[in-house]
């Protein structure tokens, strides 16, 4: 099993950055793909990124070219580098870890996007 914590969000203007971290313990952090989900009051829960054991990363379209999803190993973190910020980034964001039918969540950072 693998435990997730987040950390890194806040209240930024329009066009700012946040850099998101989420650390992992209780097991072999390599061997997971990695996600970041958020869910907007009255959504659903979305896809943002995913990066794989292998560092094979993915996007919504919605934050490609904005967002960059990193994994460091040895520190049993990955990270979401959110730039050029914009109200609908306004959510909860969750880590994600996965592996085979396993499915591990944190318990979610506040992102709020106003001026």
């Known amino acids: 099993q693998v435990q997730l914590v987040e950390s890194g969000g806040g209240l930024v203007q329009p066009g700012g950055s946040l850099r998101l971290s989420c650390a992992a313990s209780?097991?072999?952090?390599?061997?997971?793909?990695m996600g970041w989900y958020r869910q907007a009051p009255g959504k659903q829960r979305e896809l943002v990124a995913r990066?794989?054991?292998?560092?094979?990363?993915n996007y919504a379209d919605s934050v490609k070219g904005r967002f960059a999803i990193s994994r460091d190993n040895a520190k049993n973190t990955v990270y979401l580098q959110m730039n050029n910020l914009k109200p609908d980034d306004t959510a909860v964001y969750y880590c994600?870890?996965?592996?085979?039918?396993?499915?591990?969540w944190g318990q979610g950072t506040q992102v709020t996007v106003s001026s």
């Open positions: 209780g097991s072999i952090f390599s061997n997971y793909a």
């Open positions: 994600n870890a996965r592996r085979y039918s396993y499915d591990s």
């Open positions: 990066i794989s054991s292998g560092g094979l990363t």
